[in-house]
C-alpha cells in the first residue's frame, strides 16, 4: 500500500511537469507569435511612416545642375522667395545666373564693365545683393527691373568676397587678402556706408549671421579657422573667440540653420560640414563633386541646400533636417507684411486641397480676391517644380483645380501660389 501510493504521487508529480511543460510550450509559442505579429505591425507602421514622408533621406548629395552651364569660378548662391537659385558666374566671369526650382538656367543680368560677382544675398525689400571682388563694390539689383546700382564702394578693400545679411537689412562683408595671408571683415549699413569692423591674421572666407541675430561668424580659408564675434544690433562685433578649428582642408562659404548650425563647405575634403553652435561638429556630407565653393538653403519648405562645385561648375542638393536661416527670413518678413498691411485685405487664399492624404488626384481650393497674376505651382520634395496648375492674369474669384499626380511616387508636396513677392504654401500628401 505505502509502495502503491508513492507509486501514484510519483505518476500524479510526473503528470504535472508534462502539463507544467505543455503549458510553458503554448506560452512559448503564443509569445513568440505576438512578437511576430508586433515586430510585423511595427515594420507596416514604419513603412507607412517612410511613405508619409516619402521615405526622405537626408544629407545624402545629388546632382541638381550638371556641368556646362556655370564656369568653374561659380559662387554665390542664394535663393529668392519663389524659389529661384541665382549664382555667379554662368557661362562667363561677370554674368549672374538664375536657376528655376526645375532647373531650367539662363543668364539673368550681367554686371557692368569688369566686375565678377562672388557672394549674394537678399534683403527684405526683395532686392539683390552681389560682391564684386574685382572693383571693390557691392551691387544692388532691382529684380523687377534688373536696373545694377553701386549700393557701397570701398577702395580700401581687397576684394570684397562673401557676404552677410541680418534681418535688420545690414550687411557684413569678408575681405582676404590672398597674397599677405590676411583679411578684414567689413559692414555695409542700409544707406550704404562702409564700416570696417576687425582685422584678422587669416584669409577671411565665408560669414555668416547666426539664427538668434545675436553673432557673426566668419572662417579663414587657409589658416582652417572659425570665429565667433557677439553682434549688437547697430551691427558692432566684439568678444572675438574661436569656435572650431580643422585639421585639414580649406575653408570656403557657410550658412545657417534655424538652430544656428553652421554648414560649411570644405574644398580638398569636397564636403560639407554641419558644426553646432558650440563647436562640435555633427555631420560630414559628402558630395559627388570636388571644391565646394559656397551654399545656400531653399525649397518650399526651406530644407534642401543647394552646393555650388568649383571643380565644374555643378550644383549638388541634399535635404537636411531643418529649414535654412535665410529661407526663414523670408517667412518672417512675409508674416510680418502680413501682419502691418491690415488695412488692405489680402489678395489670395490657398486654401488646402481635398482629399488630403490623396491617391492620384486631389482637388487645390484658392480665391483671389482682386485681378491678379498668379502661378499655382506643385514642388517636390527637392524643390523642383513638378507641376504648373495654372500661370497667367486671374479675375477676383474662388477656383478649384484638380491635380492628377498619377505619374508621381507616394511622397510629401507643396503646393505654392504666387502673385507678385506675396506666395503662400501648403503642404500635400500623396499615397499610393
Not at 554674368?95 to 557672394?119: C, H, M, R, Y
Not at 584678422?200 to 572659425?226: C, H
Not at 491617391?359 to 484658392?366: A, D, G, H, Q
Request: glycine share 8%; net charge neutral.
Amino acid at each position: 500500500m505505502i509502495r502503491g501510493k508513492v507509486r501514484f504521487h510519483h505518476l500524479t508529480l510526473q503528470g504535472r511537469l508534462h502539463s507544467i511543460q505543455f503549458l510553458t510550450h503554448r506560452f512559448l509559442v503564443a509569445f513568440f507569435f505576438l512578437a511576430t505579429v508586433f515586430t510585423c505591425f511595427s515594420t507596416v507602421t514604419t513603412n507607412a511612416r517612410e511613405t508619409a514622408t516619402g521615405n526622405e533621406e537626408l544629407y545624402v548629395s545629388k546632382i541638381f545642375i550638371p556641368p556646362g552651364g556655370f564656369t568653374t569660378s561659380i559662387e554665390g548662391p542664394a535663393c529668392d522667395i519663389s524659389g529661384n537659385l541665382y549664382a555667379v558666374n554662368y557661362s562667363k566671369k561677370g554674368a549672374i545666373g538664375k536657376v528655376t526650382p526645375d532647373g531650367q538656367a539662363g543668364i539673368f543680368v550681367q554686371l557692368p564693365g569688369t566686375s565678377v560677382g562672388n557672394g549674394i544675398r537678399f534683403n527684405s525689400k526683395d532686392f539683390m545683393f552681389i560682391a564684386d571682388y574685382v572693383n571693390h563694390n557691392i551691387f544692388k539689383v532691382d529684380m523687377k527691373t534688373r536696373e545694377i546700382t553701386v549700393f557701397a564702394h570701398e577702395s580700401a578693400m581687397s576684394q570684397p568676397n562673401d557676404i552677410a545679411i541680418g534681418a535688420n537689412d545690414i550687411l557684413y562683408a569678408s575681405d582676404p587678402d590672398f597674397n599677405k595671408a590676411t583679411g578684414k571683415i567689413w559692414r555695409i549699413d542700409t544707406n550704404g556706408a562702409v564700416t570696417l569692423l576687425d582685422s584678422l591674421s587669416g584669409t577671411t572666407n565665408g560669414i555668416e549671421v547666426g539664427a538668434d541675430e545675436k553673432t557673426l561668424y566668419v572662417n579663414e580659408s587657409n589658416q582652417r579657422n572659425v570665429w565667433t564675434f557677439d553682434l549688437s544690433p547697430e551691427g558692432k562685433t566684439s568678444n572675438k573667440r574661436l569656435l572650431i578649428k580643422f585639421a585639414d582642408s580649406t575653408l570656403d562659404g557657410m550658412r545657417c540653420d534655424i538652430a544656428g548650425n553652421l554648414y560649411i563647405t570644405r574644398l580638398e575634403n569636397s564636403a560639407v560640414t554641419k558644426v553646432s553652435p558650440k563647436g562640435e561638429i555633427l555631420q560630414e556630407i559628402k558630395l559627388i563633386g570636388k571644391n565646394p565653393s559656397n551654399l545656400d538653403f531653399g525649397g518650399p519648405d526651406g530644407r534642401t541646400c543647394y552646393v555650388t562645385l568649383a571643380n565644374d561648375g555643378s550644383i549638388e542638393t541634399f535635404r537636411v533636417d531643418l529649414p535654412g536661416r535665410s529661407w526663414q527670413l523670408y517667412q518672417n518678413r512675409n508674416a510680418l507684411m502680413a501682419q502691418n498691411d491690415t488695412a488692405k485685405p489680402q489678395s489670395f487664399v490657398l486654401a488646402g486641397n481635398y482629399p488630403n492624404p490623396f491617391n492620384s488626384s486631389t482637388v487645390i481650393e484658392y480665391t483671389v480676391r482682386s485681378e491678379s497674376v498668379i502661378e499655382l505651382s506643385v514642388f517636390n520634395m527637392l524643390g523642383q517644380r513638378v507641376a504648373v496648375l495654372k500661370s497667367g492674369p486671374a479675375q477676383p474669384g474662388k477656383y478649384m483645380m484638380s491635380w492628377y499626380a498619377g505619374n508621381l511616387p507616394s511622397g510629401t508636396y507643396f503646393v505654392r501660389l504666387i502673385t507678385g513677392s506675396a506666395s503662400e504654401t501648403r503642404k500635400v500628401m500623396l499615397l499610393k
